[in-house]
């Protein structure tokens, strides 16, 4: 058997691929990049997501939530469509949802409102949730405790905190997922990170369109590019490519529990 990765964050629903989506996906194959998760960021994003994952069942897999940075469309008629929609076999998780009080943020009793009511959302369908945190981890962990929301899973999307804050993290069952900035030269802790959390812990994505690895910054990312992520953790931790696709693959089905 050959190696297989998993985006577990990505946006092919992005006007970014207008152009070029078949071009994209078959680029995906040959990288073997056999699975990603499409993750929406309001209700129009998500819905274009579980069509995704309608049309490329096993293959694509959708997670629906709306984003902190877009929680001023939340009202009870999208709660209820996104209610609905979540319930579909092919979403796999809520996201992306969380906090962001990074430059002008919505207002955060909005935030925090939307996201608390996402993640009832997530218990009461016994699914796993996808969070953004953006210099809000203080807050946002004040609500994940209170909420016992990672009690079916949780992924923290994109890492970027600390050795120690991943540390708090793994002891209250999280997942931690890296992208992009795990690559980048001013990496910082992300390295250490890498080192300290065991690998059937972690998880890859791309966060495509945004956050494209060393040496393709700056440019348009997609899911094929999972496989510089997952290389540089098999250089890190001193381990093959191949161990860290499968297993971060074996993670990402075990937490979105696809068979
Ligand atoms: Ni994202």
């Known amino acids: 058997m050959g190696k297989q990765f998993f985006d577990t964050h990505c946006h092919l629903q992005h006007e970014a691929y207008d152009q070029d989506l078949q071009q994209v996906l078959s680029h995906c194959q040959e990288a073997q990049v056999d699975y990603m998760t499409v993750v929406g960021w309001d209700y129009p994003s998500s819905l274009q997501a579980v069509s995704l994952a309608q049309q490329y069942p096993g293959r694509i897999f959708a997670a629906v939530g709306v984003h902190p940075q877009d929680c001023l469309t939340w009202n009870a008629e999208i709660a209820a469509d996104l209610f609905a929609l979540a319930q ?112 059937d812990r972690l998880l890859i994505e791309t966060d495509s369109p945004y956050m494209s690895p060393e040496p393709l910054r700056g440019k348009r990312n997609d899911p094929s590019r999972v496989t510089y992520i997952a290389g540089k953790i098999a250089e890190i931790k001193g381990v093959s490519l191949e161990e860290v696709a499968n297993i971060t693959t074996q993670n990402a089905k075990q937490i979105f529990h696809i068979v």
């Open 88 to 199: 579909k076999s092919c979403v796999v998780a809520i996201g992306e949802i969380g906090l962001d009080y990074y430059r002008d943020p919505s207002p955060k009793e909005v935030q925090a409102q939307v996201f608390i009511e996402q993640i009832h959302m997530a218990k009461e369908l016994q699914k796993p949730i996808i969070i953004h945190s953006r210099d809000a981890h203080g807050p946002l962990f004040d609500i994940v405790k209170k909420e016992a929301a990672a009690q079916f899973g949780g992924i923290m999307h994109c890492y970027s905190g600390s050795v120690e804050m991943a540390r708090q993290l793994l002891s209250s069952g999280w997942t931690i997922s890296l992208a992009g900035p795990l690559t980048f030269k001013n990496a910082r802790q992300l390295p250490e990170v890498v080192n300290f959390v065991p690998l």
